[in-house]
């Protein structure tokens, strides 16, 4: 997760952790590079429910280089990210061989939503897996939603684009299962009901993981939908069964 700051306004270590230690259910455990100068990224180590996360990119050291974002979730219009810096939130290395799983995301983007609030400055977050850049109020609104049992987050965490075929597909959903979902053409015309079909599955999808064989299903007005590999296992088609 990536959280982006005007311009001169990405946070020292001093304020990361003040902001840290006046959060609720978090500590702060270690500080992260050299504390001064130097071209490694700086930052600290947060703790919370027996999980770590390096917050990384403090200032005055290097900022963290952002990736182009293809999806804007309530961000104002003049949040331009080549004209931005950014904050680096990620799973500390003890949790590395987990760090796709469904309870680090989820108590990652919980720390997140913590601090959000809190940090001056701060203009949108990034999740490159999907292509999101969120502005700070949908972020902490819909994690927050989250992580009091509600539905995962998939516009947010996933986003659906055309093909230009006709497919509509998802985008961040391999990053929990491996896979992503092509909606079939017939099904995509109506982009707004497919989107809604897609979210429904992502939050499916998100809890099962991968699709191994065919599958049929019923759609969310009763009809007959079919899940199917394809030969690669990289994607999921969606069609009338």
Do not use: C
């Amino acid at each position: 997760m990536l959280l982006l700051f005007a311009h001169e306004r990405r946070p020292s270590i001093d304020v990361l952790r003040q902001v840290a230690a006046e959060t609720e259910r978090l500590a702060v455990t270690s500080e992260l590079g050299p504390a001064e100068g130097g071209a490694a990224l700086t930052g600290i180590e947060v703790l919370r429910d027996g999980m770590s996360y390096d917050l990384v990119g403090s200032a005055p050291g290097p900022g963290i280089v952002l990736p182009t974002m293809r999806y804007r979730l309530g961000v104002p219009k003049d949040v331009i990210e080549s004209r931005k810096v950014a904050l680096a939130l990620q799973p500390g290395p003890h949790l590395a061989a987990g760090a796709r799983t469904v309870p680090v995301v989820r108590t990652m983007m919980g720390v997140a939503a913590m601090i959000a609030p809190h940090l001056p400055g701060l203009r949108a977050l990034a999740w490159p897996p999907a292509g999101t850049l969120i502005g700070p109020e949908f972020f902490v609104s819909s994690m927050t939603a989250w992580l009091a049992g509600g539905a995962f987050p998939a516009l947010g965490l996933t986003a659906f684009a055309a093909d230009g075929q006709g497919w509509l597909g998802s985008e961040g959903l391999a990053y929990f299962t491996g896979q992503e979902l092509r909606i079939a053409p017939e099904l995509a015309e109506d982009r707004a009901a497919a989107t809604r079909l897609g979210i429904r599955l992502v939050n499916q999808l998100v809890g099962r993981g991968r699709v191994k064989a065919r599958e049929g299903i019923i759609g969310p007005v009763g009809d007959r939908l079919v899940l199917e590999p394809s030969a690669d296992g990289r994607y999921v088609a969606i069609r009338r069964g």
